[in-house]
């Protein structure tokens, strides 16, 4: 069955340093990839997405590359900020599912320390 | 402001008691969703709505009863809870069930005591 897997937090880093952080899937057909993100006491907010395989979702200074041949996901900062700090989840949606549902990850808890 | 509105943000209940969790849209979405958030767990599906009609009931026990009276209103109603049963229940919405990136709602944060 599909299913999505991230890697384990928490992640600490330092204000300006890199991100990266990882998430593969498994699928049945040709899934969209989403990452979405969550800051303390909200709900989840779509933070990027790559509907085909090489598409490159972008925002806020993030980027993620949906690798066919990986299949990976992979989230990434140049220059994280404190206000980065938040729960990321890696997300999935498959069209050859019978299913009607997204597959999410646990989450990788991210704090950016100044 | 996500443009999908939860009510009660906090919720504090008895086993025993009988209360409801409120979701609204109005982004013109036909699908809405609730989903159960428990700390180290994968987000949990519990139901799929579209257009008003239920499409998917993921093995969810019947003391949690969903309503969707229209499309831009989604309840969970809950009765004889049960502790473990607290957690962040978070309703979303996209424009048709499938393969869109959903809007989630801030959810509600539910403790049974």
């Known amino acids: 069955g599909d299913s999505v897997t991230q890697m384990e937090g928490p992640v600490t880093l330092s204000e300006e340093a890199f991100l990266t952080i990882n998430c593969t899937y498994t699928?049945?057909?040709?899934?969209?990839l989403f990452w979405y993100v969550q800051y303390p006491g909200e709900g989840l907010q779509l933070l990027l997405k790559?509907?085909?395989?090489?598409d490159k979702g972008s925002n806020k200074g993030f980027e993620a590359t949906y690798r066919k041949e990986t299949t990976s996901f992979h989230l990434e900062k140049g220059s994280v900020q404190v206000s980065d700090s938040a729960v990321y989840f890696c997300?999935?949606?498959?069209?050859?599912?019978?299913?009607?549902?997204?597959?999410f990850g646990t989450g990788t808890s991210l704090t950016v320390i100044p | 402001e996500t443009g999908v509105t939860q009510t009660p943000r906090h919720l504090v209940m008895g086993m025993t008691n009988k209360k409801s969790l409120k979701c609204e849209q109005h982004?013109?979405?036909?699908?809405m969703y609730w989903y159960k958030q428990s700390a180290k767990k994968p987000l949990e599906l519990m139901f799929v709505?579209?257009?008003?009609?239920?499409?998917e009931n993921n093995s969810v026990p019947s003391r949690f009863s969903p309503e969707c009276p229209n499309s831009s209103h989604l309840f969970l109603h809950l009765h004889t809870l049960q502790p473990e049963d607290s957690a962040l229940y978070l309703c979303?919405?996209?424009?048709?069930?499938?393969?869109?990136?959903?809007?989630f709602g801030s959810g509600t944060r539910l403790t049974v005591v």
């Open positions: 982004l013109g979405h036909n699908a």
């Open positions: 790559a509907t085909k395989a090489d």
């Open positions: 699928a049945t057909g040709y899934p969209s």
């Open positions: 997300a999935l949606s498959d069209p050859m599912n019978t299913g009607n549902q997204f597959y």
């Open positions: 709505y579209s257009l008003e009609e239920r499409v």
């Open positions: 979303a919405s996209s424009p048709h069930v499938g393969n869109y990136g959903y809007t």
